[in-house]
Structure formats: structure tokens, C-alpha cells
């Protein structure tokens, strides 16, 4: 009798999605819970991995004329307060600071002392503290735009967390500018979506839809909500990232006013834009698999592991310098305009458990040299995103040097193209009630989330269309925008769940 | 009657030196005050000063085998209480989080609620969460040593604040270590504490001595506590960088604890280490003047700003097309291994206005490019460390592109050696108490900061010692390590306090 393939993850996606995605974070050595309820502590690769993230994004959004700063991480009750929509969406749950002191009790343990006049909220997002302090800065038109960038931590009270898809604390960067006029301010928000759009593509390998969110998804105190969803592997969506149009809301809640060129008092338009560490959690649900994380190689901390074989000191040598030499040769090759990032793992452990770290951790190839592959001077590299059973044959050494970069772009190209196949496998145009209550309805009880995926239907917002969605659990994701074509349909039809006529169709699915 | 010559920056260092700082952060575009107390919001051109820090500092800690990870903002009490003297000196004065909830009260404002059962302290230092968080990741003398640094914002609140010097948020950088042996772990101090100083020096252009505190001025915790330190203008000393060497106090308190090699069960020894936010009040102090920020350029955002001069139209052609060659010829020349950072300024603002915006930003080199330059092909680049009377010849525009990298190179030496020079004319060797009296009472009474400066004693720590300081208000800075040249004085002496006889020295000074 055949035995099942032993697999790096147990449960595997199939057994249990939800826990295999857990089981991934910590055997790819991305973070771990800790101590402090829904906070996570995020590991040296985990933090390599969005080192990468911040670095690509940041220079997008320098190429694109921001700056960055910096504002503080506490926010007065009575700011929050300001925008009536915006306390509402974001004041339920948030870390409140009411004292500034500890000290001994009668006990002897700490008691909180010094209470604020006013407390502090610890910031969930930052439009109101920034907006004040553009209140400040803006006088003229000449003053604007402003173009500002933060990367920050905020909190969320959440009830029930998961690491980086939902977490009390996360790390982000949220973009905050201000325009004279509605034009640019929507111009900017469209961009920023679009720079997302590219950083999830290009470099995550993670194909998006861009569209707009419906009224009822809004930012709270938004005019419209942009975002890109994608298609994890249980097919479900992931929103990851936001961009927001915020009219003249905030700025006047906030009094964020200048004087045209034409001398007359305006107040002015603003725009948000973020993205977080749930961006990790995207990339681990869109491409890893049984054996645990893989990892798109322009977003991978290392890119080629080196795996020395030896039995004993007298071929240690010699296998040791020869991956010396590889690993250097490795080095001085350019991938994505960097060297390529190639490192000999000589530690003393046994070398199953070495090769698995690595697997688990979703380095893009891994190759293990022997006393007989130096003999041949040739190489059985291993690349991750490639079946294990997949048998290739031999590559001489200098040709393997020779091709990394273009393989590491191979395997990039691979991983989008495989996402993107599954998506179109799993996107329907419905047009009927029925089909859309079969598609959404799970094949097997058992496993709720195994169940169809994206629909695109024509639809109108209201009660009746709600009810029918919390009904299956779906959520409308977007209103995709003009340019993603194969999403959107321009033409007349008439509403899935309630008759009416409408030219609008949207993307439904079940969402994280 | 010859006119005073006239200063961008009112009041000047001579008249009111603590104002005159805080003239220069808000002229210089850096920071200011924020609605939260003692919060400053660190506008974009700080930020991109602190940027430039991190960047340099980031790859230091990597050459050292560092990597970085993120662990929670939030410390629970009890935590805290775990190491009794790290307690004695955190816990006074802290944020402390105790409710995770707002709801609308009787009268419609916000109240918190959501009490939690444990109140959480926003972290001032990150030894107790790190170390219980080790704990788990320590089994065998293999895991070690762990190699960890965290770039983070931390809290505490501070009474009197003063931008980038104090301020009760403040953006740093905290590395935490742990080996199998206590050499190990004191190597790892001294290692770090170097890297600092290379930092201070190569990079700030400031001097430092590096040095070891008393007991009474040791980090809560610590087994031995070392510092750089540096002279300020107003010749108070400033410490812009910390080194701790905690032996296993806080792996006792935490339970870090491996088997080694030889399968007994042993504590590990760790070692803390930071820099922060206050680095850029050190840089403000040691080099800018009566106009507002002097630079160094390895650190400047930007190099180069190109002014146009043009009256008309017809002459703006010629010259907007002159400066953006010449901007992209110095774009062109490398320094400190990028391309120099030259800007061509346009903006429709008044000339004198602009110029003296960059003057007060501390950019290290400005160039004004009017018709009559370009006819002559010659420029006048003014230096941002040379007085402003100074005149030097017109240089050839080829010229001035081929040397731009040595100028900035001789500004940044220029600089070190200017504040060396200071600090130098300001050290003295004193033996006798009424000398150290005499050099630290202010000749002056209406500025208590001018005075002294660096005094080198023979000290014997104790009761006597403290209240003659306390009366002076001096502090010792540190004993300096043996590799300070001209501040360690190993020859046998008695204490100038007591008369106690004693071979060691210290640095003494009023400080920030």
C-alpha cells in the first residue's frame, strides 16, 4: 500500500485551512503570540520579510513626490470626537491611557496613579491628529498639496485576532496629503491605489482587483473607499489596502483652510492611504503550500540557501570550500538590482532539520552539495515553488551561477501566474439568485470555508440585497474600476437580489 | 555707528542659548510641539535627518550580525515588577493603558470603559517583554547568542519636556542580546558602545568619549552601564548613547535559562543597547549657529540647493535650463557612496526668502545662479560652515562639479574638527576643589550656562562626593575607558571631593 506523502504542515490546507495558516506563521519563523492579548511578536525573518515590503513601498511613494514624518502615537479623546462618522467607526474599540504614574499600593503591587485631565486614545489611525497639525501648516494655496507619508504602529481593540491578518497592534504606513482641489485630491487617491495595485503584482505576486468599496464598507468619514482584493487560496478575499477620498470631511472638522489665488477662504480636500503587516498574511494564503511558507523571491530576505554534505571532517573540507566559493560566485550575481541574496547554512545540526527550516521558511531555492556533486562539478538546485517530487536533472555549476537570476525571475512569474490561474477558475459572472445561494453554499459541510469563490454580479444597495448576503455570509468587495477588465460589466442588467435595474456590478465573496 | 549684524535666528546661542534651540528646531523645519503633551510632531525634514541616522546606524547593526524583529508596544505590569531595580526606575512615570473601550456617557461625550483586568504599560524600555519572550526561545547553549535589535517609538513621562532632547514619545532604536557567557555578553557591550562612537564621530561629526557610568547613574537593572558623551556649545555635556551590560539579572528575573554544552542548566548573560530621537538635538547643538541648522553633509538630506536668480522672463529661460544641467551634473558625482543630493529650487517664492529657508535648514552648500554667472560660466557656491562675510573667488561651473564631493567632504571634517577644538579648549585637569568650584560658577549670573565645561578628577564615589556636585549641580559623566586618550588619567591621585586616595578619573559636567 502506498503511503500519503508525509508533508512540513499538518493539518495541511485541505484537513484545515484556518489552522494550517497559523501552523505556517510559526514553522515559517514569521511571529508568535505573546503575552499581551492580540499582540504579536513579529520574528527576525518575519521582520526581514516586511523590512523588504517597507523598502520597495517607500521608495514608490518617494518616486510618487511624498515625504515622510512623524506624529504622535496619542490621540486626545476630544480630536477623535471632531469627525461624527469617524468616532463612530473607530472610537468602540481602541487602548485608552487614563494615567501617567504607577505606584506601590498597599499590597505593595503597582497601582495606576496620576490620572490624565484627558484621556488618550492610543492611535487607531491617525486623520485626526494629522489633520490638526495640517490645520496648522496651511494657510495658502502655495502651501499645498501636502504630500506625507508615516510608517507607525496602531491599535484596534479587535475581539478576535490572528496574526497579520488581525492583530491588536500592526505595524503600517498611512498616507495622509491635502489638495486645493477636488481634482487632485481624487487623482492622488486613484494613484496611490494604483502604486498598491503594483507593489501587490510586481512584487507579491498577488494578482488584485482595484475597485470601489460600497457605501456601507466605507472608511468611516470617507466620501469613497478604494481598495484591491485578492483571492486567497481557500478563495476567499482579502482586502490589502485602502485608499481614501476624504472630500472636504476632515478638513472641515478640522478646519483645514487657505486662501486661493483668487483670495478667497477654501477649505481643503484630503486623502488617506494604508497598507499593514496583513499584507504578510495575504502573501502567506496566496502562495504557500503543505511544506509551509514560499516566498516571492524580490520579497524573500534570502534567496538561495547552501547545503553542505559531509560524513566526516576529511570531506568537510573540501565540500566547505567549494560552497564557499559557490556561495560568493552566487553573490556577485544581480537579481532585480541587487546582489543576489545567497548564504552558506554551515551551522552544526542535522541536516534534515536545517533543510526543512528552509523549506518551511520559504527560501526560493535551496541546493545541497556533496563529495559527489563536486566530483561532477554539477548541481541539483531545488526550487520552491516547484513540486518536491519533480525530478530535474543535474545543472553544471557555473551554469547554475550563471542562470540564478533569470531562475529567481522564472519562479516570480510563476507564482503570479499560478495565483492568477486560480482566481479565474474560481470568478463566475452570475446572473441568478439560485446560482449565486449554490456557489456560495459549501460542497461539504464540513468544511465551510471550501466553497466557491468570486461573482460578479449586477446589484443595487439596500436592505433586502443585505439581508440576502448576511444571510450566506458574502460581502460585496468592490465595484471594480474601469480598467480591470474581465470585472467589469459596463452593461445594462438588472439587480440579483431584488429585480431592480441597474448598469452596476460588483465583486461578492466570502472575505477575511 | 556700524550696525549689528543681523542673525536669522533671535535669540542668538550668546543671549539666550536654551531659547535659541528651540528657535533653531522650529526655523530649521525639524519639529514642533504637538496638542499632546510633551509630543512633538517631527516634520518631514527631521524625519528624513533621522532617516539618513537610521539608515547608517541599520547597516552598522547588520555588519554586526544583527537583525531586527518587532515585539509588542504594550508591557503588562506584572512584567514589570519582575526585576526590582528595572521597577524602581520605570514605573514612575509611564502610560498607563487601563480601559480598551469609549462609549458615549450621559451628556454624549466619550467615556472609557471596558476596564481591563491587568492595566498595560506602554513600553519606556523593552528589557521585560524581549527577555520573557527569550525565555521561551533559550533551550541550549545552541540558540545562543540571540542577536536582536528593535527600531520602535517608546513613552515615558517626562515633567519638563524640550524637543528631540526629552519628549514623552520618542522614536529609538533598542538592541537586546543574550549569550552562554558573561565575556561574550561584555564583548557585545564594548562592541556596540564602538559602534556608536564610530557612528558620533564618522557620521554626526561629533566627538564622544566613551566611558562608564557610576553606580548611581546606572540604567535600572544593569550590571555596568557605558556611554558616549559629547560637548555641547554651552559646554554641558549631553549623553547620546547607551550600552548595558546586565549581566544575569534580568535572565534570573525572566527565567532565561540553557543547557550547555555540557548539560548543566545555566541563566544567560544579555546586554541592552540604544540611541533615539534625542541624537538629533545632539547634532543641532554641536554645529548650528546664530542662522539656524548646520548639517553634516554624510547625514543632510539633501547636499545642494540651486537658487535662480532671474528678473524677467526672457532671462528665466536661459537660467532654469543652466541650473538643471548643473543639477544633473552634481547628481551625477558620488559621495559617501551615493549620488550627491542636489536639488534645483523653482519655486515662485521671493529669492531672499528662499535662500535663507535653506540657510536656517542647514543645507551644506547653496548655489546662486544668476544671468551674470552663466555668462561667465563661474559660480559662487557659499559653504553653510563658512561665516557669511567670507568671500571667495568665482569658481568654473565644470569645476565646482568635479570638486563637489571633496568640499563636502572637507565641510564634513571641518565640522569635527571645529567641535573637537571646542571641546578641547573647554576639558581641563582640575585637583583642586575651589579650581572645580571656580570652573563651574558662571561668570556671568544671567547665564548659568556659560561656564566650565569638561573637568578631569580623581573621584571616590559617596555621600560627600554627591552633595558637592548636587550643590554645583555637576554630574560625573563617566569614568572614560582605557582607550581615551587625554581623559584617562591611570595615575594614583586622591579624590577631590574627599581626599580619599584613588586611581580613578571621571568626566565632570552640568548636563542635559
Redesign the interface.
Known sequence: MAKAPQNAISPTRAEDYPEWYQQVVRAGDLA?P???RG??????W???L??NMQRVLDGMFKDTGH???????????S???KEAQH?EGF?????????????AGPDG??V?T?KLEE????RPTSET?IG??YA?WVKSY?DLPIL?NQW??V?R?ELRTRMFLRTT?F?WQEGHTAHATRAEAEEETYKMLDVYATFAQDYMAMPVIRGEKTAGERFPGAVNTYSIEAMMQDRKALQAGTSHFLGQNFSKAQEIKYLSAEGREEFAWTTSWGVSTRLIGALIMTHSDDDGLVLPPRLAPEHIIILPIHRNDEEAGPVLEYCRKLERELKAQQYDGHPVRARLDER??PRADKKWQHVKRGVPILVEVGPRDIAGDTLMPKRRDQAAGEKKPAIARGEFVATVAAELAAMQKNLYERALALRSENTRVIEKLEDFEAFFTPKDPDKPEMHGGFAICHFVEGPETTEILNKHKVTIRCVPIAAEQGFTEQVAGKCLFTGQPTSTSGVFAKAY
Do not use: Q
Open positions: 508568535e505573546s503575552a499581551v499582540c504579536m511578536v513579529i520574528k527576525p518575519g521582520y526581514a516586511w523590512e515625504v515622510n514624518a512623524y506624529f504622535p502615537l496619542f490621540i486626545p479623546l480630536y477623535l470626537e468616532v472610537a468602540k474599540e481602541c487602548a485608552v491611557v487614563t494615567h501617567h504614574r504607577l505606584e503591587k503597582l495606576p496620576g484621556p488618550l486614545v492610543v491628529i490638526a497639525t496648522k502655495r506625507i507607525a504602529n491599535v481593540w497592534e505595524l552544526d545540526v
